[in-house]
């Protein structure tokens, strides 16, 4: 579970209209699926002890995920998706629109481009001082506690490697309850690998709602922030190591219509 951020806020994280039902997969035999739970009806089928629904192959070169030599992080996230093993996918749910490897790889690359959206928002956010700022590879998934200062003011990647990852360094000007809420989303999502199957709808509304805590702007804001950094300078401000192209695979994934040609109005409608 991540962090909800307030009701007063208007945001809601699961609804009546949802078509989300992963939670009753292997509960009182929902459509077939039996009663050993979502877990085990899914990764334990149709070997045991495997543990995986997919086959994973090498990783993704273009991945925007990225340590802080720049280069790709080799964890599951972003390794490519080669076949579905589970039988359950496609014979008792997905019938009508079977998944491929392919489909749910495209599933998969969209929820990273997300994460890597997120990510920027914490190294531009002025949420937090200018000393005390968290740039894209100061957030490091694989190393406690995550999240640390920067060795100099600024964010050029030249400074990111001179950055000690370890706890002497750890990142503690928070300020608030949404900003570490935001933090623990992020750091939620970069390790949940299956994110984008497990609750792909509630993954998309956690990411949503802290990049709109994050960016600055205006109540559902998220699709502006987003045209700026996709724009090309000066009519836009895209962060430094970030690509048009990823953001654009973001949006995608992330709001209702998608890119919209990168120029549509924000609206509470772009969120899932």
């Known amino acids: 579970i991540g962090y909800e951020f307030p009701k007063q806020y208007g945001r809601s994280y699961n609804s009546a209209t949802d078509t989300f039902k992963h939670d009753q997969i292997g509960m009182n035999n929902t459509s077939g699926t039996g009663n050993d739970g979502p877990c085990v009806t899914c990764h334990l089928r149709p070997r045991r002890h495997n543990f995986l629904p997919v086959l994973r192959g090498d990783y993704v070169a273009d991945s925007p995920l990225l340590d802080k030599d720049g280069l790709v992080y080799q964890i599951p996230l972003n390794q490519k998706i080669t076949a579905l093993e589970s039988p359950v996918c496609n014979t008792v749910?997905?019938?009508?629109?079977?998944?491929?490897?392919?489909?749910?790889?495209?599933?998969?690359?969209?929820?990273?481009?997300?994460?890597?959206?997120?990510?920027?928002?914490?190294?531009?956010?002025?949420?937090?001082?200018?000393?005390?700022?968290?740039?894209?590879?100061?957030?490091?998934?694989?190393?406690?506690?995550?999240?640390?200062?920067?060795?100099?003011?600024?964010?050029?990647?030249?400074?990111?490697?001179?950055?000690?990852?370890?706890?002497?360094?750890?990142?503690?000007?928070?300020?608030?309850?949404?900003?570490?809420?935001?933090?623990?989303n992020l750091n939620l999502l970069f390790r949940d690998y299956g994110g984008f199957a497990h609750n792909d709808l509630y993954a998309k509304r956690l990411i949503y709602d802290s990049i709109d805590w994050l960016d600055g702007g205006s109540e559902y804001s998220v699709r502006t922030t987003l045209n700026s950094w996709y724009a090309a300078p000066p009519s836009g401000f895209r962060p430094d190591g970030l690509k048009s192209g990823q953001v654009k695979k973001a949006m995608d994934y992330l709001l209702v219509g998608g890119f919209k040609s990168g120029t549509a109005a924000a609206s509470s409608t772009d969120r899932y």
């Open 93 to 184: 749910c997905h019938i009508q629109t079977p998944w491929t490897a392919g489909s749910l790889e495209e599933r998969k690359d969209g929820y990273r481009h997300a994460v890597r959206v997120l990510q920027t928002a914490f190294e531009t956010s002025a949420n937090f001082s200018a000393s005390g700022r968290i740039p894209q590879h100061i957030v490091n998934p694989l190393a406690n506690p995550y999240f640390f200062n920067m060795s100099s003011n600024g964010t050029k990647p030249e400074n990111y490697s001179k950055t000690k990852h370890d706890s002497t360094n750890l990142f503690k000007k928070w300020g608030n309850e949404g900003n570490m809420g935001a933090a623990f």
